[in-house]
């Protein structure tokens, strides 16, 4: 599927969007269920504590209850409130009873439960109208049995309740380790997401500049390959187009220096005068055929080379040294091209072979203080230099034109 930059960047903006969203809709989740699970924990444990405290108003109104019938004699009002007591303890206790389900509550709860039972079970004998008999008794042991359940059941709720704060840490702590899970999760998909979809947006551009700085480099030989349609595809193909008229006009252009070099070899050749052409870097550019008949060398040794690194004479160098220094005509400057050494060695050689000495025993030796030759020179005359400017200083070309006559314009 062919996607426009636009809507390329509208996708990753909208994969964003839903990576925030779904984050946000899980860590909710977990701070729901963290909430939930507090809250379930939190109001059993209130309700628990607050039957446990109407419980403990109700085990002391029995004991007071019980301590009235034990201390005075008891009426049916008395055994009436301590039966009514006993039956609001009753409902408590069973209320209490459904809110656990350890094992080891339930059986302390229904101890208690029988407990007030038997105990409501005596207060309904008539025989405890009567002081000091078996029932005033039984009424106080019953009491105290209840007093010591309902005391073995605070310790055991104690214990409860220091299991209900370790669980609740325990939530707490998986919580927020599985937040912890979903923020790593989230984070590396963003990383996943940035790198991969800034990469798919950035690899045409990237081609394109690799383009442009081969074209920079001259090599109209590149091409940049970009298959989608979209505003980056079209870029790419006039971009392929422009490249393509610069690779034609490359080859024109050099058709035509070719073209210009011959006809501006032809007219160097034509004048029959030395010719030579270099840059402003000293480099020879340029010799006609005259220049290497007189200076017998090939164009390996001297085109494109420094003239000091060259064969060519030291007064032409410093001819074209003096024009380059100060971008100017320079006209008639004398030059003098000596003798190639190797020439004039042949030539000595071939004279000695001519001749002979005549007397053997010493006659004809030479004489003591022989007089050198005079230096003998190839060409003899004047050098015009004539500057090509060019936009810049660098660009500039010299034409060195010789000549045996004085030139006059």
């Given at each position: 599927?062919?996607?426009?930059?636009?809507?390329?960047?509208?996708?990753?903006?909208?994969?964003?969007?839903?990576?925030?969203?779904?984050?946000?809709?899980?860590?909710?989740?977990?701070?729901?269920?963290?909430?939930?699970?507090?809250?379930?924990?939190?109001?059993?444990?209130n309700?628990?504590?607050?039957?446990?405290d109407?419980?403990?108003i109700?085990?002391?109104?029995?004991?007071?209850?019980?301590?009235?019938?034990?201390?005075?004699?008891?009426?049916?009002?008395?055994?009436?409130?301590i039966?009514?007591?006993?039956?609001?303890?009753?409902?408590?206790?069973?209320?209490?009873?459904s809110?656990?389900?350890?094992p080891?509550?339930?059986?302390?709860?229904?101890?208690?439960?029988?407990?007030?039972?038997?105990?409501?079970?005596?207060?309904?004998?008539?025989?405890?109208?009567?002081?000091?008999?078996?029932g005033?008794?039984?009424?106080?042991?019953?009491?105290?049995?209840?007093?010591?359940?309902?005391t073995?059941f605070?310790?055991i709720?104690?214990?409860?309740?220091?299991e209900?704060?370790?669980?609740?840490k325990?939530?707490i702590?998986?919580?927020?380790?599985?937040?912890?899970?979903?923020?790593?999760?989230?984070?590396?998909?963003?990383?996943?997401?940035?790198?991969?979809?800034?990469?798919?947006?950035?690899?045409?551009?990237?081609?394109?500049?690799?383009?442009?700085?081969?074209?920079?480099?001259?090599?109209?030989d590149v091409?940049?390959?970009?298959s989608?349609?979209?505003e980056?595809?079209?870029i790419?193909?006039?971009?392929?187009?422009?490249?393509?008229?610069?690779?034609?006009?490359?080859?024109?252009?050099?058709?035509r220096i070719?073209?210009?070099?011959?006809?501006?070899?032809?007219?160097?050749?034509?004048?029959?005068?030395p010719?030579l052409?270099?840059?402003?870097k000293?480099?020879?550019?340029y010799?006609?055929?005259?220049?290497?008949?007189?200076?017998?060398?090939?164009s390996e040794?001297?085109?494109?080379?420094?003239?000091?690194?060259?064969?060519?004479?030291?007064?032409?160098?410093?001819?074209?040294?003096?024009?380059i220094?100060?971008?100017?005509?320079?006209?008639n400057?004398?030059i003098?091209?000596?003798k190639?050494?190797e020439?004039?060695?042949n030539?000595?050689?071939?004279?000695?072979?001519?001749?002979?000495?005549?007397?053997?025993?010493?006659?004809?030796?030479?004489?003591?203080g022989?007089?050198?030759?005079?230096?003998?020179?190839?060409?003899?005359?004047?050098?015009?230099?004539?500057?090509?400017?060019?936009?810049e200083?660098?660009?500039?070309?010299?034409?060195?034109?010789?000549?045996?006559?004085?030139?006059?314009?």
């Amino acid at each position: 599927m062919n996607l426009s930059l636009r809507n390329r960047v509208a996708t990753s903006f909208f994969l964003a969007g839903i990576v925030v969203i779904v984050l946000s809709f899980i860590i909710f989740h977990h701070l729901n269920s963290l909430n939930k699970d507090i809250q379930s924990v939190s109001n059993k444990s209130n309700r628990a504590t607050m039957l446990t405290d109407e419980i403990r108003i109700s085990v002391v109104r029995i004991l007071k209850k019980q301590r009235e019938i034990l201390a005075n004699k008891p009426t049916p009002e008395l055994i009436q409130s301590i039966s009514n007591s006993c039956e609001v303890f009753t409902s408590q206790l069973q209320r209490l009873d459904s809110l656990y389900s350890e094992p080891e509550i339930k059986k302390n709860i229904g101890q208690m439960l029988s407990y007030v039972d038997s105990l409501k079970v005596v207060l309904g004998k008539a025989s405890l109208f009567h002081r000091d008999n078996i029932g005033m008794t039984s009424v106080g042991e019953l009491a105290d049995k209840i007093l010591e359940s309902f005391t073995e059941f605070q310790y055991i709720q104690y214990s409860q309740n220091k299991e209900r704060d370790k669980k609740m840490k325990e939530i707490i702590k998986a919580t927020k380790g599985k937040m912890m899970t979903t923020l790593i999760s989230a984070f590396l998909w963003i990383i996943i997401l940035g790198l991969v979809i800034p990469g798919k947006i950035a690899l045409p551009f990237k081609k394109i500049k690799d383009a442009i700085r081969e074209l920079q480099d001259c090599n109209f030989d590149v091409s940049i390959y970009y298959s989608q349609d979209d505003e980056i595809g079209e870029i790419a193909r006039e971009m392929n187009k422009m490249i393509h008229s610069f690779k034609i006009f490359e080859e024109l252009r050099a058709d035509r220096i070719l073209v210009e070099n011959r006809k501006f070899d032809v007219l160097a050749n034509m004048v029959k005068r030395p010719v030579l052409l270099a840059n402003a870097k000293g480099e020879l550019i340029y010799l006609n055929n005259k220049v290497y008949s007189l200076l017998q060398v090939q164009s390996e040794d001297c085109i494109g080379k420094v003239m000091t690194e060259t064969v060519i004479p030291q007064c032409i160098i410093d001819t074209y040294d003096l024009a380059i220094k100060r971008r100017s005509k320079i006209e008639n400057q004398e030059i003098a091209i000596e003798k190639k050494e190797e020439s004039a060695k042949n030539e000595k050689e071939l004279g000695d072979k001519i001749s002979h000495k005549v007397d053997i025993e010493g006659e004809g030796n030479v004489e003591e203080g022989e007089e050198e030759k005079p230096v003998e020179y190839v060409y003899q005359g004047y050098a015009s230099v004539i500057p090509i400017r060019g936009k810049e200083s660098s660009l500039d070309y010299y034409l060195m034109v010789m000549s045996k006559e004085v030139y006059t314009a």
